[in-house]
């Protein structure tokens, strides 16, 4: 089955540490996406990347890392100088830049 | 910059109604895509309909179609005989082919479809 998987699906951090979150697709797809969403809230794009290892950074890239290594994997690092982390992440990818994007399931981080 | 605005937070409609999101953007490029997004309880994003800006039939799927106004900058999701699995988030997106990728959304509609 084609699609975007993301792990994992709950996550718990203390302070300080740095957390990854997975998203992995195999639509072939070039682009791939990090989002944020607050209760309540839309969603703010943290990074992008159009093409393998290259990436620019979204809206609210502060506190957050990525690497494009591979075409079907977008590992985010939520650092610890992210101030507020807790929140849910969604990762998306797309054919290309300007065609519509497809989002994995999630991941629901808490910071405790 | 472009903007995307959703004037209504919350609606509701009862089964097998018909109910019409409201979704208005500001940008100055002439070509772009639109989007409408769904965003049940499980929280999965899933893209319900797009609309090129350069097409002046509005876009049609199943249940769902739009309401492309070009010129007045509009852009509504209308779901005829609505159905208790529509009850979810809907967002409208916009991106401009000058955008590199970049989605800009709209804080969402939750529509909820009452029995």
């Known amino acids: 089955d084609g699609g975007i998987t993301q792990s994992p699906k709950y996550l718990f951090r203390k302070e300080g540490q740095n957390v990854t979150l997975s998203c992995e697709q195999n639509l072939n797809h070039d682009a791939m996406y990090w989002y944020r969403q607050d209760p309540g809230q839309g969603l703010r794009l943290i990074y992008y990347s159009q093409i393998v290892n290259d990436f620019q950074k979204g809206d609210i890239a502060e506190g957050y890392s990525v690497s494009r290594e591979k075409k079907e994997s977008f590992p985010l690092t939520v650092t610890s100088a992210q101030k507020n982390p807790t929140a849910f992440y969604l990762c998306?990818?797309?054919?290309?830049?300007?065609?519509?994007?497809?989002f994995g399931p999630g991941t629901r981080l808490t910071v405790l | 910059a472009q903007t995307v605005t959703q004037s209504q937070p919350e609606m509701s409609v009862q089964e097998a109604e018909t109910v019409t999101l409201s979704c208005t953007y500001d940008?100055?490029?002439?070509?772009?895509?639109l989007f409408w997004y769904k965003q049940p309880p499980s929280r999965q994003m899933i893209l319900v309909i797009r609309?090129?800006?350069?097409?002046?039939q509005n876009a049609t799927e199943n249940r769902f179609s739009v309401n492309f106004q070009k010129a007045a900058k509009s852009f509504s999701l209308k779901i005829s005989d609505s159905q208790l699995g529509d009850t979810a988030m809907y967002f409208c997106?916009?991106?401009?082919?000058?955008?590199?990728?970049?989605?800009?959304f709209g804080q969402g509609t939750e529509l909820s479809v009452k029995p």
């Open positions: 609309q090129e800006a350069y097409k002046q």
């Open positions: 940008t100055s490029e002439s070509n772009y895509y």
């Open positions: 997106a916009f991106i401009g082919y000058n955008q590199g990728g970049k989605l800009i």
């Open positions: 998306a990818s797309s054919l290309r830049a300007i065609n519509e994007q497809f």
